[in-house]
């Protein structure tokens, strides 16, 4: 199978899981978040806003771009279609990122 494909697969696992588990755990823990991680908490509020068109959560949303980049790119893997996935990954591990970094701020639970 094509490397690309794993890596990009990979990445966006596992970056919708890392954002999902710190909206989560931002969600369980908010009053703290909001009285001490104000920035960290703003994050979690916008990534779980719901947007149109599909009343879906905003990195829902991001998530589901970068896999439709992907299946472009699995259809037909130009070098075009490889910088949009690239592009989608990117803003997607930047989002996992700053999730990781800000759930080290958190509460011990």
Do not use: C
Request: charged fraction near 25%; aromatic fraction near 8%.
């Amino acid at each position: 199978e094509d490397p690309i494909v794993v890596r990009s697969e990979q990445a966006i696992d596992g970056s919708f899981a890392t954002v999902d588990a710190f909206i989560a755990h931002n969600h369980q823990n908010r009053a703290w978040y909001r009285a001490n991680a104000p920035e960290p908490h703003a994050f979690a509020e916008r990534m779980r806003e719901k947007i149109p068109p599909l009343n879906e959560r905003r990195f829902e949303a991001i998530t589901r771009n970068a896999r439709g980049a992907l299946e472009t790119y699995k259809r037909s893997s130009t070098a075009e279609n490889h910088t949009s996935l690239n592009a989608a990954i990117d803003v997607l591990t930047d989002l996992a990122t700053r999730a990781a970094t800000y759930q080290l701020l958190t509460p011990a639970n």
